[in-house]
């Protein structure tokens, strides 16, 4: 007995046909000149929807799908078409530059559904995403833990929609401001595509999603960013701002080809998270009195030392705003600028026509009397900076060492004469960020034979005794699960550990002999300012933090 699978037979040629009509469209593109887009995989904007009537669009075969901006993306399939070439220059006329594309029949069946999803979809315009108030009070009442974040993005793949893509953003967005998340991190995997935040410096995993969600979201977002949609073997960098109550949050997008697709992180600039003054950093008040005397001097370099993410940059943020004055110029050359920060001039390198040293030696002709310098990466931009803080500028910038007193081998390495050292430094500070307990959920008790060890080790160091807390013997936990205030998590919030060691007789005498950092380390220790060990073990007596968080951030083992 025959059976005909005449409904199997069916499926398989409608595949086939699609497949051979989505190859065609590639090998046209090519005799064309013009990119080819498959719209399937493609995450189409409603707002360069939008620019083109639907009629117009069906008669034309084409569709406007992405918008950044000034610049729209057309897909067409015959961009020779003279009504192709209408809706360009109609599009040019409205002040748009317009890029073709090359698509297929199939691709465009599935923009023109889109356009009845037009008022579902959110507003995106000018690489601007923009969150409606009401939207986002909502998303923001329902958030209220991680899981609340994983269960309404799976809510929103399931909806049946185009503008899937659209909510599940929403959903990412919204979770990460709420949970005040610095970063969101997509990794695909080979069976799915892992999302995670991170949370006070530490990632933590919200929930795993399909490849075909990702790639459609992964476009979204490409298009959001101004990036490149066709490429995907090479690293891309874009920016975008989420629209919130009228105030723009910026969004860096990083891209990197990865094992089984690109691999994304979205970097969240809130502008919140910057402005801290420099009262609530963390320094105790005599060093913070003692730097706050340094950042007024009228020359002199201010140095900030740590790894990335160890908050240098808003530290130095923290002075340039404590030192703002309407009678000074501050310059700043950044890579990037971050935040914006009123009353001051800031500049962005470029790695090929303004690089740090010659921004810094182009600033100087500015006539400044405040220069920030967001890093010294080599030698001409120690140089420059060297002798700018030794013409009467006051120079801030960073270095990236382990500790304080690394700082002065490393300068003395990029060909900066010891005895130069001692006239142009004024202060080296070096930090690291740990995570605070949360103060509805903190648990005390009695540290253990082992910590008691380590707290010992480090209060014997500490010179200034004034600092000590009188219990010594207590120490603080995160709770296990947390609590709703710190979003089960224990923790919240970051604060800072410092170090410092200023210029003084004792230092300018074994600069001069070409000294470790050990031998550093023991001269400015006379100075009586903690090492970041000491300082964080006095914040952990305090319950500011925890000893476990303490021994991620430093090594403990100070044996002294």
């Known amino acids: 007995m025959v059976i005909f699978a005449d409904a199997e037979q069916e499926k398989r040629l409608d595949f086939l046909r699609k497949r051979e009509e989505e190859e ?23 707002e360069a929807l939008k620019l083109i009537p639907e009629a ?74 923009e969150l409606s108030n009401q939207e986002l009070e909502e998303l923001l009442t329902k958030v209220k833990g991680l899981k609340d974040i994983g269960a309404l993005i799976n809510e929103a793949i399931e909806l049946k929609r185009a503008y899937r893509i659209t909510r599940i953003l929403e959903v990412i967005l919204a979770g990460g401001l709420s949970t005040s998340a610095s970063d969101i991190h997509f990794e695909p995997g080979e069976k ?36 490149k949609l066709n490429v995907e073997g090479e690293a891309q960098d874009g920016r975008f701002s989420i629209k919130i109550k009228g105030a723009e949050i910026e969004l860096r997008t990083s891209i990197l ?14 502008p919140e998270s910057i402005g801290v003054p420099l009262e609530k950093l963390g320094f105790e008040e005599k060093l913070r009195l003692r730097i706050e005397k340094e950042i007024v001097k009228p020359n002199g370099m201010v140095l900030t030392t740590g790894p990335t993410g160890s908050g240098k940059t808003t530290t130095l943020y923290a002075f340039l705003r404590k030192v703002n004055s309407p009678g000074s110029k501050i310059i700043t050359i950044e890579d990037p600028i971050e935040y914006h920060l009123q009353g001051i001039v800031q ?71 010891e005895k130069v050292l001692s006239s142009s430094v004024n202060a080296v500070l070096a930090q690291r960020l740990v995570r605070t307990l949360c103060r509805a959920c903190k648990k005390e008790r009695m540290a253990t034979a082992q910590e ?7 209060l014997k160091g500490i010179t200034d005794r004034a600092l000590v807390p009188e219990k010594q013997n207590m120490v603080y936990d995160a709770a296990e699960g ?30 001069r002999t070409k000294p470790s950092e050990r031998e550093i ?23 500011i933090t925890s000893l476990e968080e303490l021994g991620r951030v430093v090594d403990l083992d100070i044996a002294n």
């Open 347 to 417: 500049t962005q390198i470029d790695k090929k026509s303004y690089t740090f040293a010659s921004g810094l030696r182009s600033a100087l002709r500015q006539d400044p009397d405040i220069i920030m310098v967001g890093e010294i990466r080599d030698a001409e931009v120690a140089s420059t900076a060297i002798n700018a803080a030794l013409t009467g500028h006051l120079v801030f910038s960073t270095l990236h060492t382990n500790d304080a007193a690394g700082s002065f081998p490393r300068l003395i390495d990029l060909g900066i004469d």
């Open 452 to 458: 008691l060890a380590i707290i010992d080790r480090a």
């Open 24 to 46: 065609l469209a590639q090998v046209l593109s090519q005799k064309y000149g013009v990119e080819y887009v498959d719209l399937s995989l493609v995450a189409v904007n409603t």
């Open 192 to 227: 799915d595509v892992r999302l995670r935040y991170r949370l006070d410096g530490v990632l933590i995993d919200v929930l795993t999603f399909d490849h075909e969600t990702y790639k459609l979201t992964l476009s979204r977002l490409k298009l959001l960013s101004g990036l």
């Open 482 to 511: 947390g609590c709703p205030e710190c979003h089960g998590r224990g923790y919240k919030g970051r604060i800072g550990i410092f170090e410092a060691i200023f210029m003084d007789q004792k230092i300018e005498e074994i600069l």
């Open 521 to 543: 380390a023991a001269a400015a220790k006379m100075q009586g300012i903690p090492t970041m060990q000491e300082d964080g073990v006095l914040k952990v007596l305090r319950g």
């Open 257 to 270: 080809p990865g094992n089984y697709a690109e691999t994304l992180v979205l970097r969240i600039l809130n």
């Open 56 to 129: 117009e669009a069906r008669a034309a075969e084409a569709a406007a799908f992405g918008r950044v901006g000034k610049r729209v993306s057309l897909a067409a399939r015959a961009p020779e078409n003279p009504k192709v070439k209408g809706l360009v220059q109609k599009l040019t006329d409205m002040g748009y530059e317009v890029t073709l594309f090359m698509t297929s029949q199939e691709s465009l069946k599935r923009a023109y559904q889109r356009y009845a999803d037009l008022s579902f979809a959110t507003e995106t315009k000018a690489g601007v995403f």
